[in-house]
């Protein structure tokens, strides 16, 4: 079966600092990977997608990047973290022949202080 | 693109009624409408799905339907219990693309 992994689970960063969040799945070959940003009390937000290695679209301007340096590892990373970086952030999955169930991870609570 | 409207965006109800939430979509090409749950603090999980070609789908208590030619699908939740209690998620995925739009949401409480 599959599974997917998010980690930290949690994770707190002053302003101005680095940050790399790791999603990693299991049991499937050459998934779709998103990542989602969603704020306190709010919807969800997509980040990035993917549909292979090295391919990375995104879907909002902002000062975070993604990468998906192996077939089921997407990695969502930022140079310099802002106040408004802080929410929960999801990685998701589908199967690579779209219009399918999302299988979410666990999260990464970020919070920038 | 697609456009998804979900409405309302905060719901109560007493436990044993029934709960109703609606979503409209934008684009007539749309063919897949799940559901998801996130209760608080934990990863949304879908409920229910259901494609274009079908018109309502139930599971127990949940059912989901679909007006193609009005674009707009529902979910049902009967005999409600406090543990019904989350955000719910609408999505359509449409045309050419295998991206889900989402919905903005709804807080369900349920009241013992």
């Known amino acids: 079966s599959q599974t997917i992994h998010q980690w930290p689970a949690t994770l707190v960063q002053p302003v101005g600092s680095p940050l790399s969040l790791e999603c990693t799945v299991e049991g499937t070959s050459n998934p779709n990977l998103y990542w989602y940003r969603q704020a306190a009390g709010r919807g969800l937000q997509l980040l990035f997608y993917s549909v292979g290695i090295g391919q990375i679209s995104s879907e909002v301007p902002q000062n975070l990047s993604a990468s998906r340096p192996q077939d089921r590892q997407f990695i969502l990373s930022s140079k310099k973290l802002l106040l408004s970086d802080s929410g929960f952030y999801l990685c998701?999955?589908?199967?690579?022949?779209?219009?399918?169930?999302?299988?979410f991870g666990p999260g990464t609570r970020l919070t920038v202080l | 693109g697609e456009n998804v409207e979900q409405h309302p965006s905060t719901l109560s109800v007493q436990e044993g009624d029934s709960a109703v939430i609606k979503c409209t979509y934008s684009d007539s090409a749309s063919n897949y409408f799940p559901w998801y749950k996130q209760e608080l603090g934990k990863r949304p999980q879908l409920i229910i799905d259901?494609?274009?070609?079908?018109g309502e789908k139930k599971d127990q208590r949940i059912a989901v339907t679909l007006n193609k030619t009005a674009k707009h699908f529902s979910l049902h939740i009967t005999e409600t219990q406090p543990e019904d209690s989350a955000v719910y998620f609408c999505a359509a995925t449409g045309g050419g693309s295998y991206i889900p739009t989402f919905g903005r949401g709804t807080s369900l409480i349920v009241h013992p």
């Open positions: 259901i494609r274009s070609n079908v």
């Open positions: 998701a999955w589908s199967l690579p022949s779209g219009r399918n169930e999302q299988f």
